[in-house]
DNA sequence: CATCCTATTATTCAAGCGTATAACAAGCTC
DNA sequence: GAGCTTGTTATACGCTTGAATAATAGGATG
């Protein structure tokens, strides 16, 4: 007896990327790591598990593809924040976009953790952390470096590097407390803790960024 | 025939429980939380697997154990370098703990950030996360009061929690990037950063914290 | 030294895993 | 509209997983 398919309707290349690497997000946010099986992910991709291999050649590659999709995606929004604008907005704008939601986003926190944990463990994803990593600072040196050229205040390039690196780390830990923990901070709590502590840790007088 | 079996010798409840959570810390540093499998930790503690389910109802109980247990140690190592001394000399030991080995290693990384992820998925999870965050964001708090007091510093409640949260929240991304970066940092550069910066955010004179 | 309790081993189970491969059909090409 | 390419389904394989259960032996108790 002739055995009945599921009918199907083929896809670009790039669109069921982009739909496999989706799902791969999904599972990972909603059952962890370990939830975000090959059949899992299909399942939720709408094909059969077969079809993955289509794509990558092993899963890990999928998980990398994914990983390296999601920094995309925060650089990209943290980026559009700080657009236009006198620099002193911009660099106002990019901070708070980095304590606020869609970044502070429990989802978006649970699939970060994931990753980093692999970091340690593979050097793919050391290599996709790094290059996120490395853009995240150059583009708030950038920032910096304009304000600081804006306000005829001088600063060597070492300076700017470790006032990059200072500010980054303040954006990215409370951007882990507020995520963490959303309910423990009252509504602009966090964008103005973030703001009054770039203002000191630039040493520029109180409100001077707001 | 008389099967042989393993000798074996028999521990104490606390001493087993410990080996095993021990086990499991290895586990996750070493293959990541995929690679944590009741069959490899019993390897690693020198048991067999059946045993495990003898002290932990279900492997996740295991996990959130492992999870309490390298939080407690962070926080007695960051606690007991800000011991003795003035409260200057403890508010900058336990920020330069904090961004110096042994609690900045990719091993700790590795096991905090697998942890992490799951708290958005598991309540069990998030609570011993809270815990620990309570506990360390109070003993910051407690370092600044007594830093203030000593300088006759006046400072609310409010200006005190939101410095110890900000604070925290340096602390916390410079120790991220330290850890997942080192080879970008020059020696002292993490440590120097940190002082600096926390000066400068409680709007202390460069300097007066070394 | 016999007894008893229980920590520990050993084995089994059903389910799920990532991967490999063969059969099929969608839809472009001519 | 026949033929061909290949995206997609379907199925199978060997292995591992967390958990449950039964059998064994360590070692304290009397």
Not at 22 to 37: K, M, N, R, V, Y
Not at 106 to 111: A, E, Q, V, W, Y
Not at 119 to 125: Q, T, Y
Not at 169 to 188: R, S
């Amino acid at each position: 007896m002739a055995v009945t398919r599921r009918s199907y309707s083929r896809a670009t290349e790039t669109e069921r990327r982009e739909d496999l690497i989706a799902a791969t997000l999904d599972c990972i946010a909603e059952a962890g790591i370990q939830g975000a099986t090959v059949r899992q992910i299909a399942a939720r991709a709408g094909v059969t598990g077969g079809l993955i291999r289509h794509y990558f050649a092993t899963k890990d590659q999928m998980l990398q593809a994914a990983y390296r999709q999601l920094m995309d995606g925060i650089t990209e929004i943290t980026k559009a924040a700080a657009e236009g604008a006198d620099t002193k907005t911009r660099l106002r704008r990019f901070i708070v976009a980095n304590v606020t939601p869609p970044v502070t986003d429990s989802r978006t926190l649970s699939l970060w953790a994931a990753f980093i944990s692999h970091i340690p463990l593979d050097p793919a994803f050391a290599a996709i952390h790094r290059e996120s990593y490395l853009s995240f600072l150059a583009e708030l040196e950038t920032l910096l470096v304009a304000f600081f050229a804006e306000r005829g205040r001088v600063a060597s390039e070492q300076e700017c590097r470790a006032y990059a690196i200072a500010v980054n780390g303040l954006i990215d830990g409370l951007w882990l407390e507020g995520t963490l923990a959303p309910d423990l901070f009252k509504n602009e709590e966090l964008s103005e803790t973030a703001i009054a502590s770039v203002e000191a840790m630039l040493r520029l007088p109180p409100g001077e960024l707001s």
